[in-house]
């Protein structure tokens, strides 16, 4: 592990000290070319495609001279994403995987289920993973501005079924906290919703993000809040991710975590018992686990759906049932994820 002093740093501090440059990162890591199977060896055009950025904090976590350190393989730009692109466009791969750009009713806003619209207030992360399947979206066309407001409420006025606000991006908790706090408030104003669920890989990556302000909002809007945190691996988990977990429910915050399931990370029953059991160690319940959405670039990751089916078995053999989380698939125009048959 490499040692990183962060205690006298902010969040925004933390969220700015990162890692841009894949060689420095292989030099941190103290990896070489010999280090590494041919296919893993860098490539510019990934990392061109979709920019390596991680945190110093996460890649502390990191174990120095693995090639296969499951937090590393998420995140550098390698030779498989941009292999055989013709093959990934066959086996169904694609720049929209969710088909979200039909969903994306204004700018800003995706109604994809029935209840509920996802909001993308910004196209920032803290950490990009290579896996993700908005890697392609074009977010500089679709961030909402303050004059998209009107036409956001009227929108929801209108749908009078939508009861929960979904803040997305990017990572909605890397924006700052009066931002957030404009959003939440203007939500709260619509007598119709109810529920406010935020999805973020921060907590994760940068668990101090989990400052006091940001408590305070959580603690005093009448809306119930949940959070739906992202994490693969108990080795992205600390000390300081169960401080500010503890945080969020001493305030009444309801705890989920999503996991997606990735070739050589987590395609395996021990891996994924240890994170179910680590994450209620820090009083967060497993809510979905996700087999990869197709985008393009990720192919690599892709497990069949039968080990995913034998590992979810095992894990309903092992685990108490409110540590297994749902095996689901997302599919294109679906108003709902759909289970994956495990018998």
């Known amino acids: 592990m490499i040692n990183y002093l962060y205690q006298e740093k902010n969040w925004q501090s933390q969220l700015n000290d990162l890692i841009s440059d894949p060689e420095e990162l292989l030099a941190l890591l103290k990896l070489t070319t010999h280090d590494l199977k041919s296919e893993q060896l860098l490539s510019q055009h990934a990392h ?18 693995n090639a296969y350190d499951p937090l590393f393989l998420q995140v550098f730009p390698h030779h498989l994403e941009m292999q055989d692109m013709e ?8 720049a929209d995987p969710l088909g979200e750009l039909e969903a994306n009713t204004l700018p800003g806003m995706l109604h994809k289920y029935k209840s509920r619209i996802l909001m993308t207030i910004t196209g920032a992360c803290a950490i990009h993973c290579r896996y993700c399947f ?12 303050s004059r998209d407001w009107f036409a956001i409420e009227h929108y929801i006025r209108d749908h009078p079924e939508i009861n929960e606000i979904i803040l997305s991006g990017g990572d909605p908790l890397t924006v700052s906290n009066d931002k ?42 009448r809306l119930k809040v949940i959070l739906v945190v992202h994490s693969n691996h108990a080795n992205e988990l600390d000390i300081d991710f169960d401080v500010a977990m503890r945080k969020l429910c001493n305030i009444n915050v309801t705890l989920f975590n999503q996991s997606v399931l990735l070739s050589e990370i987590n395609d395996n029953f021990y891996i994924l018992k240890a994170l179910s059991y680590r994450l209620f160690d820090a009083r967060v319940l497993p809510y979905y686990l996700h087999v990869l959405d197709k985008v393009q670039g990720a192919s690599h990751f892709l497990i069949t759906d039968a080990t995913a089916q034998t590992i979810y078995q095992a894990l309903l ?15 294109s125009g679906e108003l709902h994820k759909t289970p994956l048959n495990v018998f």
């Not at 093959?87 to 694609?94: C, H, P």
């Not at 709260?188 to 669920?197: C, F, V």
């Not at 685990?319 to 599919?331: A, D, H």
């Open 48 to 65: 061109q495609q979709f920019k390596l950025r991680v945190p110093r904090q996460f890649v502390a976590k990191m174990q120095v001279g």
């Open 87 to 94: 093959k990934q466009i066959q086996a169904g791969f694609s």
């Open 134 to 145: 908005r890697r392609h979206f074009p977010y500089q066309e679709n961030l909402p501005k």
């Open 180 to 221: 957030l706090a404009q959003w939440i408030n203007r939500f709260e104003q619509l007598p119709q919703i109810k529920t406010l669920r935020i999805h973020s890989r921060v907590p994760v990556v940068i668990p101090q993000r989990i400052d006091d302000d940001l408590l305070r909002i959580l603690a005093t809007t």
């Open 317 to 331: 053999k092992e685990l108490p049932g409110y540590l297994v989380p749902k095996l689901v698939r997302e599919t």
